[in-house]
């Protein structure tokens, strides 16, 4: 077995984006970033993913601010941010230049660890994030390859290896396996990673999951015995249920194996007790659900992500149709198959479990077809891991139809949304972050930077009267 396995610590990241939908504000955790700055993580995820559109949305807090704090506050720990390629941190494609402003400020306000990926493993969509992440890299910057994990026929061990060294050619320094919805066995976590290690050699791989099936701790123990190399955890008040494994736990089990995680005890204790009043907090505010906190089996039973099936009964329920659930759920590995076997995950799993639905509603498959179905046939998402049916796409794009790459035309257009941004923003925009996050999110923007500019005036005129 290896002698080392290094953690990547998830609370200020996805533990709270699983468990309290990304509220927490930086006050929260602002008192305990120079303890784990001491704590021998081999890095600290803290931004991208929800974390921007929720610091604007509902934090009242600039974006960019919180990690150029948190880099003040952490000069010895890898910074690590989540990053959804070309669609950068929502599920709209952006330009390239947008990309690489984004890529460019991430780096210069404190990114160290760029995690890339796309829903549907389209690696084109991730090819502008690498390219801006090596143009504007410094020393410490590791650009992240991450493959969204998903199980299907077509998704075999020789498929994730062929992928994992595309990534490879690609130019990622590391790869990343990310299972988002927690089905990753321990038996399919053995499988993959020796498969993976034997044919890549040295390139460092990443597995990320979450304990929502209660597989976690299974997957990565066999993960671990099968030569990975850094694992995703959280410290212990803020694991399990949605969240990631306990960082403490995965600590001491590993440590009697003689197995160097590089951690420090103390240190990481101290940051469990910081957060375990902040847990209680959320507990009692009602932002932590129980229902997040337990374990949920049944994306084992029913092969879909617990979130797609929750969706699916609410649809259900409220068209009065719940007798049709069965048929629906049979329904949904068909619906994926037709459409070339998708990872089931969002704006995906939401796209599969409708079409389902409807289908098993008009008593004709494909009698009705959702917008969403027929532009990711129109090839507007990328392309599918497996060919989609063709009896389906010639329905939906006439005879000898096929999907366009006009996102990727798109792409090429430059200056257009930075001009569209500072027209919007006037004075409001203090610098390019601002830019940037206007064209992101523009309403949260607008609605924040005005709050901003209100502040600053109210110091403004108090001065004066002070004078
Ligand atoms: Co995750």
Avoid at 76 to 104: A, I, P
Avoid at 130 to 155: D, F, M, W
Avoid at 296 to 314: R, W
Avoid at 330 to 353: C, F, H, N
Wanted: charged share 25%; net charge negative.
């Amino acid at each position: 077995m290896k002698k080392t396995v290094r953690i990547t610590e998830t609370v200020l990241r996805d533990s709270q984006q699983s468990l309290i939908a990304t509220r927490m504000p930086f006050a929260d955790f602002e008192g305990i970033l120079p303890e784990m700055d001491k704590a021998g993580y081999y890095s600290v995820e803290c931004w991208g993913g929800a974390t921007f559109d929720s610091c604007l949305r509902y934090l009242d807090e600039d974006p960019w601010e919180r990690l150029r704090k948190i880099r003040a506050a952490m000069p010895n720990t890898r910074l690590q941010m989540l990053l959804r390629g070309q669609n950068l941190l929502g599920y709209k494609h952006s330009h390239d230049d947008v990309v690489e402003k984004f890529v460019q400020l991430s780096i210069k306000n404190g990114i160290d660890v760029i995690r890339i990926f796309d829903a549907l493993n389209d690696f084109r969509n991730i090819k502008t994030a690498l390219e801006a992440t090596k143009k504007y890299a410094n020393k410490r910057t590791i650009a992240s390859g991450c493959i969204s994990y998903t199980q299907s026929p077509v998704h075999t061990v020789e498929k994730y290896v062929e992928m994992c060294k595309e990534l490879k050619e690609m130019g990622f320094e590391t790869i990343c396996l990310k299972d988002m919805a927690g089905t990753m066995s321990p038996w399919e976590a053995e499988h993959l990673i020796k498969g993976i290690k034997d044919a890549l050699g040295d390139t460092p791989i990443i597995l990320h999951t979450h304990c929502t099936t209660g597989m976690a701790y299974m997957t990565l123990t066999k993960a671990i015995e099968s030569g990975v190399d850094v694992i995703d955890c959280a410290t212990s008040a803020m694991s399990n249920g949605t969240s990631q494994p306990a960082t403490e736990t995965m600590f001491y089990a590993l440590a009697q194996y003689g197995i160097d995680t590089g951690l420090n005890e103390d240190v990481i204790n101290k940051v469990n007790d910081h957060f375990k009043p902040m847990k209680q907090k959320y507990i009692d505010s009602g932002l932590l659900n129980p229902k997040s906190m337990g374990t949920d089996s049944q994306a084992l039973v029913y092969k879909v992500p617990g979130g797609m099936l929750s969706n699916m009964i609410a649809n259900l329920k409220d068209m009065n149709a719940m007798d049709k659930f069965d048929a629906a759920l049979a329904e949904i590995p068909s619906v994926r198959k037709d459409l070339g076997y998708p990872p089931l995950v969002t704006p995906l799993s939401q796209m599969v479990g409708n079409q389902a639905v409807i289908n098993v509603l008009m008593g004709e498959r494909y009698k009705q077809i959702s917008t969403e179905v027929k532009n990711y046939f129109k090839g507007e998402y990328g392309i599918s891991p497996a060919p989609v049916d063709e009896a389906l796409q010639t329905k939906i794009l006439g005879e000898g139809g096929q999907p366009v790459d006009c996102r990727i035309e798109d792409a090429k257009r430059t200056g257009e949304e930075f001009k569209k941004a500072k027209e919007a923003l006037g004075d409001l925009a203090r610098c390019e972050e601002d830019l940037i996050s206007w064209i992101c999110f523009p309403e949260q923007t607008v609605k924040f930077l005005e709050a901003r500019k209100a502040e600053a005036e109210k110091v403004v005129s108090y001065t004066i009267e002070e004078a």
